[in-house]
């Protein structure tokens, strides 16, 4: 049997593993030294936001992220509804899950894990979750 499970985990493309995220994220990565069209790059940026993410690095995605916004704001780049909205809700989500850590960190207790959060675990420092844009 452990040889089984050896096998398959060799045999799983790092690529769809869940557990890869940072070779992943350095996957995406390569691309963007290769300095691409700003189209391109933006892309490939919300990409690899996502992955970072996934992957459990919240303040590389919003660093991610936020590059997107100050890229087209500097090179006067109009997003698209579609893009600036996918940008958007992973930036809300990114800030979000970055508070949430923070608070888990700072506020940690054994209520901070159960649902529905009691008042003592709710999150005292509510920067981050201010910082997440929007849905408007």
Not at 94 to 114: A, D, I, M, P, V
Not at 115 to 132: K, L, T
Request: with cysteine; hydrophobic share 35%; net charge neutral.
């Amino acid at each position: 049997m452990a040889e089984l499970l050896e096998k398959i985990y060799a045999e799983q493309d790092w690529k769809t593993d869940p557990t890869e995220g940072a070779e992943r994220a350095a996957y995406y990565r390569d691309p963007l030294a290769k300095r691409p069209d700003l189209r391109t790059q933006l892309k490939i940026r919300v990409v690899l936001a996502e992955t970072l993410l996934r992957a459990g690095y919240s303040v590389g995605a919003v660093e991610d992220l936020e590059k997107i916004r100050s890229i087209a704001k500097e090179k006067t780049f109009a997003l698209t509804p579609r893009f600036e909205s996918e940008v958007r809700d992973a930036l809300a989500i990114s800030y979000l899950r970055l508070g949430e850590e923070e608070n888990c960190l700072n506020n940690h207790c054994q209520s901070s894990c159960l649902f529905p959060i009691q008042s003592r675990s709710q999150c005292i420092n509510s920067r981050e979750a201010a910082r997440a844009p929007s849905a408007s």
